[in-house]
């Protein structure tokens, strides 16, 4: 199993961004999908999460509004899009896939995880 993060650089204040997570060895569809990030000196958060085999999808509150997550079963590919980003939003961002019961926010409850991709909103 492969998941594949790219899309991340290097932004200004309100800029958007794109994060891909290509799949290989799972089909998106049947997993749990979800993004976290973190930032120089922190715990791993919780970003989005897409649920499998639905549309269903949660987000944290700082992403709320801002970020959506999205999943293109045809190229087994996730997606995060990124709106009005903020210099708080400066972290190596990580999809993960969870096929497990367990809490969407928690990263123990996922089973495979991308090398992440790194953003960077300066002010």
């Known amino acids: 199993v492969q998941l594949q993060a790219s899309g991340g650089g290097l932004v200004q204040t309100g800029d958007s961004l794109r994060l891909s997570c290509a799949a290989s060895?799972?089909?998106?569809?049947?997993?749990?999908m979800g993004w976290f990030r973190q930032a120089p000196g922190k715990e791993r958060e919780f970003v989005a999460t897409?649920?499998?085999?639905?549309?269903?999808?949660f987000y944290a509150d700082s992403a709320k509004g801002r970020f959506t997550i999205s999943r293109d079963n045809a190229k087994n590919t996730v997606y995060l899009q990124m709106n009005s980003l903020k210099p708080e939003d400066t972290a190596v961002y990580y999809c993960?896939?969870?096929?497990?019961?367990?809490?969407?926010?928690?990263?123990?409850?996922?089973?495979?995880w991308g090398q992440g991709t790194e953003v960077t909103v300066s002010s």
């Open positions: 993960a896939a969870k096929s497990r019961s367990g809490s969407y926010y928690l990263t123990k409850f996922y089973d495979y």
């Open positions: 060895g799972i089909a998106v569809v049947s997993y749990t």
């Open positions: 897409i649920i499998r085999r639905s549309d269903t999808t």
